[in-house]
């Protein structure tokens, strides 16, 4: 990424050997030579670009139907053309404009509902790590009780009655998936915790409240950032599965996993209707997960497994 | 079944006797960094003779460990190991398959690790690890290997031991562990044993009986041992022949006598300095201490490595590498200066023995005290055991007074850091009061206990937070009792680190670049900053090395000076307690059994614990062997404590009062004492007998 990595200064002999870097430059210089990481954060920031840059060059609207150009093949097929590079669906839309907007709504739900559940989960699980007893007790029963609920059928349930939209999904997602966040930060919390630069911050009389957002939070961020990436790539397959299953995001607005569901008729005949929404969410989740890979290994590379 | 008939084939021999043993000429470790070559060992030449100890003694970060992982060939595959030679009796160790080596390893060396927690298998019953590893190398039936494995742990002091063998490591304790350890390279009889700190994470009576197994099982087997420590106190009393190594070279070679009592490099002079000998230096006074820490270089040296932090430098010193000068015998030492200029050690050793009793500091009234202090803690198995009783402390009444300081010793489990957290009003008492000049705390705020009393805890790598820097850490006071702006405490806090010795540019450094001591030294900066008069040190010393150990202890021999503090100082190190101490109090089993003044305490210890503990201690006197221990190994489990006298399974003097009653702590013109027999001539005896 910067090249001053590349330059090498030879240094003579009997040199001392220096300290180690601040713990942020450390990170820093970990992520410049993690492949996987740069692989990730690359792709993803082109999904990125393609997603919030794509609507302001492509010419079609996601809407725009025209049924005498139902079903047009993708360019690299014989019949395709550069007019619509990747097709058409079955009712005309271009298919690269659906896309976009499929990306777009992916990468909002994704990220919102990481927030809101990595917030409640964060919350949950330190105070349970660092005070224990029977904070610990009742958060503890919580995270239990969470983790026995299967997330799809919860997910079908509550949007089967309160009928889904945009909003909807993002909070029925965001308050599903807390219950990594809260382990996590559960264990790694009370490890935090027993450090005696907690104790010498209540001997100095530092209030419970900033011991734990100053003291504890800093060193948990490392894990519930790498936790988030990985729970954001979890939050974008389960829209994708209640979109294709009819109960998340409602025509015509598009999504991956609808557009999966809308083109599942012509599979046979025409695959790409299936197959170019079905990669777009392949490299996303992918480029996502390699991301958050990544950042284990930079954040907390003693604790690789 | 005898066991020599186990025993292997000798391994191949040239017939003279030469070369027996283990042989390492110019070995060196080296490892590829971005930077350039480092090489931890640096042309390391040693010899063992068998049936003899050799010592390989130094700071942390002087090559002792990775020399002997270089041997064992232990070593990760990213670092380099050559040598001239490297042979253990008449085998190449260099040149050689792995699997001939693995065969060598565990049957004819082996190694015992520092960290009796971590070194067994948690998985594995000890009996099955024990079998296992005689299976490897000999044909043998579990039968016979299991019968081998019931006699070694008798001999090393482990009682029913055929039921042990069922056991799994966690349900042991440290010292029965190390003793596991122990009798587990045993099982293939080796020739060499070479162990790496194995005592270190020990209580000091557990290191006294470990050593003295090992002497005594070297004598019945004949075996060569390697022993690997920082402690010049296990050196004198363990040692045949020593090594004494830094920045990954050997600097001093000879037999024990020779290096103790005369050392001829000034490294081996300055680490000796650095302990706090009973008797030589008056109570309080600073001890010798090297500065600085050790240098760690790229490629080879091209001056003598310890030049930056010697004493007797000069121009010649910094000219070029320095060779070895070796008169012959296992004698040799790295230093340009002629041993015979180096002023003599210690002229001052000749200060009365009874310096310490001189030596009283100035008290003045009470500033704290605790009546009757009671901590309860209740532990649950499970979600659905039952919540057992743990008295951490109990019953604790104390005071302390304005300039002093008092000294806690007590082996771990004890209580020490429970009390300490009572002192700082982390924990409120359960039952007792803790009054601080004479008003209560239990229902104070912690931030005006705060302003009074400060605590330096142990690890000086958990006890600062990674994220923050040195500036942040310090002022962390400042800005919580608002004093002052952010201009005020940049200066303040630059004034505080120039005075606990460091340089004002590591406020913005963050403590993963910092030693062990600079860190700290900063933990005292954050503790001193709001001016308290009262400080708890958590045992304070006992994660550094020696050299930077008596820098600390000097920084607070200062600071206490400066500021009329008062400590409170907590640590199983008897020789420091001693040092600094004006009372000394020694907590067994959550209790005080005996406080008295420290010249009283460790002239005429009268309970038979203190007794006891007072004879663990390694002074580093040559030829004096390792003091037999009269308490049993076991200390008994908190959650299930002996009835009547809480020491009386391991006390000699025990009689059925002591099993029925528990005994008072009794105050009388030398001190208090809890001890039915405290009076008793019969002890009176045995503490005189020592002296």
Redesign the interface.
């Known amino acids: 990424m910067s090249d001053t990595e590349t330059v090498r200064i030879e240094r003579e002999t009997g040199h001392e050997v220096t300290g180690e870097l601040p713990p942020r430059q450390a990170m820093l210089r970990r992520a410049r030579r993690h492949p996987g990481f740069l692989l990730g954060v690359g792709l993803l920031a082109a999904l990125v670009l393609f997603a919030f840059i794509g609507p302001l060059v492509w010419p079609y609207d996601t809407y725009a139907q025209s049924l005498t150009n139902r079903l047009v093949p993708p360019v690299w097929h014989a019949k395709g053309s550069w007019v619509h590079p990747l097709g058409t669906d079955h009712l005309g839309r271009d298919l690269v404009a659906r896309l976009i907007q499929g990306a777009q709504i992916s990468l909002l739900i994704g990220f919102l509902a990481t927030a809101l559940s990595g917030v409640i989960g964060t919350a949950m699980g330190l105070s349970a790590g660092f005070f224990g007893g029977r904070v610990d007790a009742v958060i503890s029963y919580f995270i239990t009780i969470r983790l026995a609920m299967p997330t799809i059928l919860v997910a079908l349930a509550v949007v089967s009655i309160i009928g889904g939209s945009l909003t909807i999904m993002i909070l029925v997602l965001g308050l599903l998936i807390w219950d990594r966040f809260a382990v996590v930060s559960r264990t790694a919390g009370r490890q935090i915790a027993s450090n005696e630069y907690i104790a010498a911050a209540q001997a100095i009389g530092v209030p419970v409240w900033r011991i734990l957002f100053s003291e504890i939070l800093p060193n948990l961020a490392g894990h519930v950032i790498v936790i988030a990436t990985l729970e954001m790539a979890h939050a974008i397959l389960l829209e994708s599965a209640l979109s294709f299953l009819g109960i998340g995001v409602q025509p015509p607005m598009a999504s991956l996993g609808l557009m999966v569901a809308e083109g599942k008729e012509h599979m046979f005949f025409r695959p790409w209707v299936v197959g170019i929404p079905g990669a777009a969410l392949f490299l996303l989740v992918l480029a996502i997960n390699y991301m958050g890979d990544g950042l284990r290994d930079i954040a907390a590379p003693e604790s690789r497994a | 079944m005898t066991l020599t008939a186990l025993k292997a084939p000798p391994t191949q021999d040239d017939g003279s006797g030469k070369g027996r043993g283990l042989v390492v000429e110019g070995l060196t470790v080296s490892f590829e ?4 070559i ?1 090489k931890p060992v640096r042309d390391v030449s040693l010899s063992t003779t068998p049936g003899q100890t050799l010592c390989i003694v130094g700071e942390s970060g002087c090559g002792k460990s990775l020399t002997s992982l270089a041997v064992m060939g232990l070593l990760p595959r990213a670092a380099k190991v050559t040598a001239d030679r490297l042979s253990f009796n008449g085998a190449d160790l260099l040149d050689i398959s792995p699997r001939r080596l693995a065969q060598i390893r565990g049957d004819r060396i082996s190694m015992i690790f520092q960290d009796p927690m971590s070194s067994l298998h948690p998985t594995f019953t000890i009996g099955n690890q024990m079998i296992e590893i005689m299976r490897q190398h000999r044909k043998v039936s579990r039968a016979q290997a299991r019968e081998r494995a019931v006699d070694l742990l008798e001999r090393v002091g482990i009682t029913a031991a055929g039921q042990r063998l069922g056991q799994y490591p966690h349900q042991l304790s440290g010292g029965l562990r190390q003793r596991v350890m122990i009798a587990m390279m045993l099982m293939c009889e080796p020739d060499l044993i070479v162990a790496d700190e194995p005592t270190t994470a020990l209580d000091v009576t557990i290191q006294a009986q470990i050593l003295a197994l090992l002497k005594d099982l070297q004598k019945q087997f004949g075996l060569t041992l390697v022993l690997i420590t920082h402690d010049m106190g296990i050196v004198a009393r363990t040692a045949d022949e020593v090594a004494v190594m830094y920045a990954g070279q050997v600097v001093e070679r000879g037999t024990a006598s020779q290096v103790i009592s005369a050392p001829l490099h000034p490294y081996t002079r300055a680490l000796m300095d650095c302990l706090p000998v009973p008797g030589t230096q008056p109570r309080g006074t600073h001890l010798g201490s090297i500065p600085a820490t050790v ?9 003598c490595l310890f030049a930056n932090r010697c004493a007797h430098a000069h121009a010649a010193c910094r000219a070029g590498p320095v060779g070895e000068t070796s008169p012959g015998e296992g004698r040799s030492w790295r230093c340009v200066l002629d041993p015979k200029a180096l002023p003599s050690r210690r002229a001052a050793a000749a200060i009365a023995t009874d310096a310490r009793e001189t030596a009283s500091g100035e008290v003045g009234e009470n500033v704290m005290e605790l009546r009757g202090v009671d901590q309860t803690f209740w532990v649950r198995r499970g979600l659905f055991g039952e919540a057992r009783r743990l008295a951490a402390v109990s019953d604790v009444s104390l005071e302390l007074k304005r300039g002093e300081v008092l000294g806690l010793v007590g082996e771990s489990g004890c209580g020490k850091s429970t009390l300490a ?1 009572l002192l ?3 924990n409120r008492p359960d039952a007792g009061d803790v009054l601080l000049d004479g008003k209560s705390i239990a229902q104070a ?7 009074r ?3 330096i ?3 000086p790598y ?7 820097t040195v500036g942040e ?1 310090v002022s ?2 400042l800005s ?2 608002k004093v002052g702006d952010r201009r005020e405490w940049k200066g303040k806090v630059e004034e505080q680190l120039e005075r606990v010795g460091l340089p004002g540019r590591f406020i913005h ?2 403590p ?3 030693s062990g001591g600079q860190r700290q030294r900063v ?1 005292i900066a ?2 001193l900053i ?1 001016r308290p008069e009262i400080v708890v040190c958590d045992e304070p010393t006992s994660a550094l090395d020696v050299s930077v150990q008596a820098q600390i202890i000097n920084l607070l021999i200062d600071l206490q000076k400066e500021f009329t503090l008062s400590y409170i100082f907590i640590s199983h190190n008897l020789a420091v307690v001693e040092h600094l101490a004006n009372r000394v109090a020694v907590m067994y089993l959550g209790r005080i059994v005996e406080l008295t003044d420290t010249a009283t305490l460790f002239d005429r210890p009268r309970h038979p614990y203190s007794q006891a503990l007072l004879k663990s201690v390694l002074t580093p006197e040559p030829g004096r062997g390792i003091p037999e221990s009269t308490v049993g190994a076991g200390f008994p489990n908190p959650l299930d404590p002996p009835s009547g006298c809480a020491f009386h399974p391991r006390c000699p003097f025990a009689v059925d009062r002591c099993r029925r009653e528990r005994p008072a702590l009794q105050t009388d013109a030398t001190g208090a004492v809890a001890c039915h027999r405290a009076g008793d001539p019969e002890l009176a005896m045995a503490r005189t007998s020592d002296h």
Do not use: T, W
Not at chain 2, 33 to 36: A, H, I, R, S, V
Not at chain 2, 295 to 303: T, V
Not at chain 2, 462 to 468: A, D, E, F
């Open positions: 960094k971005e930077d350039g480092f240098q760690q270089i790229y490629g080879d040296p091209k001056a957290r700082l009003g982390l705020d912690q931030r005006v206990i705060a302003r009393i400060q605590p805890f142990q690890d958990s006890s600062l937070n990674p994220r923050k850490i962390l006071p919580v009792h450094s963050y993963n670049q910092l933990s954050r503790a709001m």
